[in-house]
């Protein structure tokens, strides 16, 4: 074969990599077939992994050179020749996230309505409106809920929905009890620290010891903190600085069959640049994604948040239902397939939804909250001054909790038998395969010349953009108040079925490994 003369991005990008573990004249000529025949091409690719890797791992990454050996091998799951294991591999955490990362056309900015007034005047040229109408033309601000909503009486008609349990769109009516809190000085006891980085990041996870002795793990005045922390030197030639962080899973799991609430009360959150924190649930008795894995808070730099779901085995959203019960305020794109497998172009659902970024989350602390049962999972946002009395007595009615929805998804009954038992984490991150590789744009465009200009943006590395501007000294003030101050995170369950012990914590913040294929 000869070189093809033109080639999509993706094949450009991996082409360098490529032809050094595949040196044959022979490699462009795959990378020309995977465009023209794919289904022989792949067949071809799967017998040699080493080219499999060569030309994935680059193309998920940026056009700056990465260390591919390091980070394949200390990601690196499988059992020795288990190639179907190894495509799993590469569906990076950092590759999902690109995949939503232009999803956010029609969300609303944070606070709209707060600036705005409910004064009922249509604002020509804004991106979203805080009059009446907007709830009929569904482009309302995102706050329009508990901002305006006593301001008009059409606003009323159709926040109160007389047949909430009717419609399908509210959350439901299970007996919640208290089965796990974590608060104050016993906060961190709930959780196992783990230590492994698998986005790439500019960030140093640590065990429990190193975290409290570096105060990235801290609880004071009542509550918790995670923060980020004092530089760590580079362990090996060529490694970058990176900055003391946790990465906390908790110790229990609960099962969405039985029926789950987690809630987690916070006082202030980390945003701004390079800044990558998330709140999520996740299986780990499986490869992800499966038994699956759902994002509640993510979001990266000053990016808006995604509520998205991951799982491998068929599972999809109830269409009708996504598109009836989309809270006000939310977004155009909605993707319904769950199932996760990027080869097959399967990138996860994520819904129509309100998506507001960390500066939203900052300006209204209060409750973040996951209902997770068989039928649906809805994601809350409720204000400190608004938080309903029923969940102060640990007594919550998430029926009545409609103006807060800021994600609902209806899963269909094929999703039944996928998902295993959840358990969430907590976790503070730095640059790496989201925050990095967008690195500069929008707000962090104006981070200073000498973090733009003479670096590359994609994996943490000595000429990584984002890692030399949250490693730099000068950035120490900025970063340590950048703090997660948590009042509680709670946990309740159908009539108080306890929850299991983790996967995470039976083994002791080890990742599940492959099991050996059957000869």
Not at 79 to 96: F, I, K, N, P, Y
Not at 313 to 333: T, Y
């Amino acid at each position: 074969g000869s070189q093809p003369r033109q080639l999509p991005i993706l094949f450009r990008r991996a082409s360098r990599g490529f032809a050094k573990s595949c040196p044959s004249p022979g490699a462009f000529c795959l990378l020309r077939d995977l465009l023209t025949a794919p289904t022989s091409a792949m067949s071809r690719l799967l017998r040699t992994p080493a080219c499999l890797v060569a030309l994935l791992v680059p193309a998920l990454a940026s056009d700056a050179p990465a260390p591919l050996d390091e980070a394949f091998s200390t990601d690196d799951q499988c059992a020795e020749g288990d190639v179907e294991c190894a495509l799993g591999l590469l569906q990076t955490r950092g590759a999902r996230k690109r995949s939503f990362s232009n999803g956010t056309e029609g969300s609303e900015r944070y606070g709209a309505c707060a600036q705005q007034g409910c004064d009922g005047k249509f604002q020509g040229g804004a991106s979203c409106q805080c009059n009446a109408a907007c709830i009929e033309y569904g482009n309302c601000c995102y706050d329009h809920t508990w901002i305006c909503r006593h301001h008009y009486s059409l606003a009323k008609q159709l926040y109160e929905k007389p047949n909430a349990e009717e419609d399908m769109c509210s959350g439901s009516t299970k007996d919640y009890k208290l089965d796990m809190e974590a608060k104050g000085a016993d906060f961190f006891n709930h959780f196992t620290f783990v230590d492994i980085d698998d986005v790439h990041g500019a960030h140093q996870f640590t065990n429990r010891t190193v975290a409290l002795e570096q105060g990235v793990a801290t609880t004071e005045g009542g509550t918790a903190q995670m923060r980020f922390g004092g530089l760590r030197a580079p362990s090996y030639d060529g490694e970058a600085w990176k900055r003391y962080a946790t990465n906390i899973h908790t110790n229990k799991a609960w099962d969405p069959a039985v029926g789950f609430l987690a809630v987690l009360q916070y006082k202030s959150l980390p945003y701004g640049c390079g800044i990558w924190p998330s709140f999520w649930a996740m299986n780990s008795d499986r490869v992800w994604p499966g038994g699956g894995e759902l994002d509640i808070i993510e979001f990266a730099n000053y990016a808006a948040n995604k509520v998205t779901f991951h799982l491998s085995g068929q599972c999809e959203l109830d269409v009708n239902r996504a598109q009836r019960c989309a809270p006000l305020g939310r977004s155009i794109e909605q993707k319904l397939d769950c199932e996760t497998n990027y080869f097959l172009n399967k990138m996860g659902c994520m819904p129509k939804q309100r998506q507001p970024d960390g500066e939203f989350f900052a300006k209204y602390p209060g409750v973040m909250a996951a209902e997770w049962t068989e039928e649906h999972i809805i994601i809350y946002h409720i204000p400190e001054d608004k938080i309903p009395q029923d969940l102060k007595e640990d007594k919550p009615e998430t029926a009545g909790w409609a103006p807060w929805i800021v994600a609902f998804l209806p899963l269909q009954p094929s999703c039944k038998g996928h998902i295993g038992p959840q358990e969430l984490v907590l976790n503070m991150q730095l640059c790496g395969d989201w925050a990095g590789a967008t690195f500069g744009q929008d707000h962090c465009g104006g981070v200073g010349s000498e973090y733009l200009y003479g670096c590359h943006r994609g994996l943490s590395q000595t000429i990584d953009c984002c890692t030399k501007y949250v490693t730099d000294k000068k950035q120490d003030k900025v970063l340590q108040e950048q703090v997660f101050d948590i009042e509680y995170l709670k946990v309740y369950t159908y009539q108080g079925v306890p929850g299991a012990d983790s996967g995470t914590f039976k083994r002791g913040g080890l990742p599940v490994q492959a099991m050996p294929q059957a000869s």
